[in-house]
Nanobody, 121 residues
């Protein structure tokens, strides 16, 4: 059973920084992608940043230049360094991975339980 466990959320003042960490456990045959999503109150879950097996990164426009994703698709760990945070970044952040758990098996998405980030003075 694949599990993703996040850590690092909390309360930070506007302009501050936080680092989120995520690690996968369980047997994983291969990893296509690791990423971070977030869901603010009353809004849909949205992609924040992702990194694929070729180390190509993708960022939402709202976080470009402020957030940095660092991932290892062999160790199945992913970090999200968040700088210059503002109140609009307040949300529950979810780690996500697209994994195959056996050779020639389907590619499925797995999710962490979420970690809350609150940006407020």
């Amino acid at each position: 059973q694949v599990q993703l466990v996040e850590s690092g959320g909390g309360l930070v003042q506007p302009g501050g920084s936080l680092r989120l960490s995520c690690a996968a456990s369980g047997y994983i045959f291969s990893t296509a992608r690791l990423g971070w999503y977030r869901q603010a109150p009353g809004k849909q879950r949205e992609l924040v940043a992702s990194i694929n097996a070729r180390a190509v990164t993708t960022y939402s426009d709202s976080v470009k230049g402020r957030f940095t994703i660092v991932g290892d698709t062999v160790k199945n760990t992913v970090l999200l360094q968040m700088d210059s945070l503002n109140p609009e970044d307040t949300a529950v952040y979810y780690c996500s991975g697209a994994f195959r758990v056996k050779e020639m098996g389907p590619l499925n998405d797995y999710w962490g339980q979420g970690t809350r980030v609150t940006v407020s003075s």
